[in-house]
């Protein structure tokens, strides 16, 4: 089963439409961490937000906002207003806590499969 | 400037051929990890390092391999490539682990193609 579900594989929009990225977690941990990731078309990975699992305030940066929420295990990310610069493939993530090894806490990250968003003009 | 850099950025080979993809970052961070990156697959993690000897394997460490002797340095090695390792690979890194909530850095990805 996968950790991270992103069931939108793409979504096509208009310049100035609002849109928003589902994300679906699943965890045993109480402790983790969320997170969204941009790929633009030139390829390299941008990190955008993380979120706690303690903290479920939704958060707004500019365009962007999140809304993380824990009785449905879902981070997702919309956007208000798109451009045509927000064509990119969105990735959400999920970080836990894994077995104390020579003294250190393991961790990984598993990513969803992403969902390319297109914006057209 | 702050930066993660893999080598080479393109690279095709055949199967069978041992290959070194390297990775460095300037950052002094303590964990590193590789990912692949495939059509309708999204990025999985092959092996990810906590710090210098510290390493573990990720979703599909199968025909890699790491190693991390310098803090700096983390290369993925393909020790007899196959056509199914052709993919787009990524090396990241960041300050602390991700469960502590910091940021992955990426390098520019290097795209393998095995024939």
């Known amino acids: 089963a996968q950790k991270v579900t992103q069931a939108q594989t793409e979504i096509s929009v208009v310049e100035k439409e609002d849109v928003t990225l589902d994300c679906v977690y699943e965890t045993r941990d109480t402790t983790y961490y969320l997170f969204w990731y941009k790929q633009p078309p030139s390829g390299e990975l941008v990190f955008l937000i993380r979120?706690?699992?303690?903290?479920?305030q939704n958060e707004i940066s500019g365009r962007y906002s999140w809304n993380f929420q824990k009785s449905t295990s879902s981070f997702n990310f919309t956007i208000t207003a798109s451009q045509v610069v927000d064509s990119a493939v969105y990735f959400c993530a999920l970080s836990e806590a894994l077995v104390k090894k020579r003294g250190s806490t393991l961790g990984r990250l598993y990513f969803g499969r992403g969902t390319q968003l297109t914006v057209w003009p | 400037e702050a930066q993660v850099t893999q080598n080479p950025r393109y690279l095709i080979t055949v199967t069978g051929k041992k290959l070194t993809v390297t990775c460095s970052q300037n950052?002094?961070?303590?964990?590193m990890s590789w990912y692949r990156q495939d059509p309708g697959l999204g990025l999985r993690q092959i092996y990810y390092?906590?710090?210098?000897?510290?390493?573990d394997k990720g979703d599909v460490p199968e025909g890699y391999k790491v190693s991390r002797k310098e803090k700096r340095n983390f290369p993925l090695i393909l020790e007899s490539p196959s056509p199914n390792q052709t993919s787009l690979y990524f090396c990241?890194?960041?300050?602390?682990?991700?469960?502590?909530?910091?940021?992955?850095?990426f390098g520019q990805g290097t795209r393998l193609t095995v024939v």
């Open positions: 950052m002094n961070h303590e964990y």
């Open positions: 390092s906590m710090n210098v000897e510290v390493t």
């Open positions: 990241a890194s960041s300050l602390m682990p991700p469960f502590e909530g910091t940021e992955a850095f």
């Open positions: 979120r706690n699992s303690f903290d479920e």
